[in-house]
């Protein structure tokens, strides 16, 4: 079996992997760590929770070690490294990593992002980093202020590229990429290596080794997934049952709008459940502080957007809850790799209501695998057992000249539904009028068209 000490890393990181309370490297580390000592630029292909922080940080610190500056001038300490990511959440956790991994090697760093006042960050700079973690809109900022110097950066890290790019940021990336030295290493890291991501890596990596450690858009092979049939308007109260008679600890749950986000989490405490909310539109202490009661046990339930999928380090985060199916299958692998992760099992819940069942099988589709249907007695719908959820099939229509060639009439559309039928038809009318039936024995008269009546009468005059 592997070890740290079989990478090939100093002692003093291994004393810092070991105080953390790892002992075995994960997959993408023992793929990546090599590479990027031996100075390589390298393309990886991992999700949240693989440990691909790691796998970049402690490679970065041990070749920028072999310059390390002990000298209080803010001169000595230019920035040297570069690690650019999509969010808040997610600069603050990697810094934290460079912290925790770097604390016997005297390198500082900082993290600078947006939602919050430019002055702290300005006078860090100031005073020397040679590790700098950046959002890139602020990053920009310090630039146009002349505050930050990148003209000496050795080593440039884009983690969560696919993130970038849904959030649109690679303008700014290549901005910030044409400020940097022609010459230094560079390092791309994505959940997801599609063929934009891969055209975005050939602009600026080098011969690039690739490593992928997980298959393109796997989930967690210990996250157990289920389905709970529901209507719309009882997606709240069936919540509530499932965490108060289920005794669900730290819940994360999404919804799709921050709106919605600020309303549900109202909604819970009114219920006695208790809850916070973390979105876009809250400020970073807000985020943080939400995020820190949520860590420490304060409240059990924290309900976010999209923009909490990516970024939150979460120890053993058992439940992760889908209120609202999010648009592409693409976000609910992201949304549900917040649990099962190190090796800890965990539950991914999806409310599901009708309209949303088209949704539910791109997922399935996606991700490969059959999502199990669980009805909870008293939430299905009309109160009832529900049917197993499928998105409503469509039939292929014949066009005008296969029902020539057959001699064959169009289908006739179906018939009206009934309670019966699942919950995707469409609502039954108790007002709707039944067809006439015919007389037994007689057949029921078939209207023609005006031009199929004339040739017929013109056939029989013929004749």
């Known amino acids: 079996m592997t070890t740290f000490a079989d990478l090939g890393l100093r002692p003093e990181l291994l004393q810092a992997v070991a105080e953390q309370g790892y002992t075995t490297p994960t997959p993408i580390q ?9 100075g390589r630029d390298v393309m ?9 922080t790691a796998g970049f940080t402690l490679p970065l610190l041990q070749r920028l070690a072999h310059h390390a500056n002990t000298s209080p001038s803010p001169a000595r300490h230019a920035v040297r490294a570069l690690i650019l990511t999509p969010t808040r959440e997610l600069a603050a956790q990697v810094e ?15 993290q600078i992002f947006g939602g919050v006042p430019m002055e702290p960050q300005t006078e860090a700079l100031r005073r020397g980093v040679e590790i700098l ?3 890139p809109g602020r990053l920009l900022d310090h630039v146009q202020q002349r505050t930050l110097n990148l003209q000496q950066v050795e080593i440039f890290v884009l983690d969560e590229a696919d993130r970038m790019l849904d959030m649109g940021f690679i303008p700014d990336v290549r901005r910030i990429l044409s400020l940097l030295p022609n010459r230094q290493q560079s390092l791309l890291f994505s959940a997801t290596l599609t063929d934009e991501i891969r055209r975005l890596a050939d602009s600026f990596l080098r011969s690039p080794v690739v490593v992928q450690v997980a298959p393109k858009l796997a989930t967690a092979e210990l996250v157990t997934h ?11 109260e069936l919540l509530v049952h499932l965490i108060k008679s289920r005794g669900m600890k730290q819940v994360l749950v999404f919804v799709g ?21 973390i979105h876009g539109d809250r400020s970073q202490a807000e985020r943080l502080q939400a995020l820190d009661d949520f860590k420490t046990g304060k409240v059990g339930v924290m309900v976010a957007t999209d923009v909490a999928a990516r970024g939150l380090d979460i120890e053993s985060l058992p439940f992760v809850v889908n209120f609202e199916l999010p648009n592409s299958p693409e976000d609910y692998v992201h949304r549900i790799g917040r649990t099962g992760r190190a090796g800890a099992a965990g539950t991914a819940l999806s409310l599901v209501c009708g309209e949303e069942a088209e949704k539910l099988a791109e997922i399935e589709k996606t991700i490969r695998l059959r999502i199990p249907r669980e009805t909870v007695s008293g939430f299905g719908p009309h109160g009832t057992e529900a049917p197993i959820m499928e998105p409503p099939r469509r039939e292929r229509r014949r066009s005008a000249d296969e029902d020539r060639l057959t001699g064959q009439r169009r289908r006739e559309p179906a018939r009206a539904p009934t309670p019966a039928d699942p919950i995707f038809s469409r609502p039954y009318e108790p007002g709707m009028a039944a067809p006439a039936k015919p007389a037994a024995g007689e057949r029921a008269p078939q209207k023609r068209a005006p031009q199929v009546a004339a040739l017929l009468g013109g056939l029989k005059k013929a004749s």
């Open 257 to 277: 709008t921050r709106i919605g986000a600020n309303r549900l989490a109202y909604q819970l405490n009114r219920e006695g459940v208790h809850a916070t909310a």
């Open 133 to 135: 973690v950046a959002t």
């Open 44 to 52: 990886g292909g991992a999700q949240t929770g693989t440990g691909k």
């Open 30 to 38: 023992v793929q990546a760590i090599p590479h990027v000592l031996a």
């Open 96 to 110: 934290e990593s460079v912290k925790a991994y770097g604390k016997h090697i005297p390198l500082r760093s900082v």
């Open 226 to 236: 289920v389905a709970h049939p529901v209507p719309r308007e009882k997606k709240r």
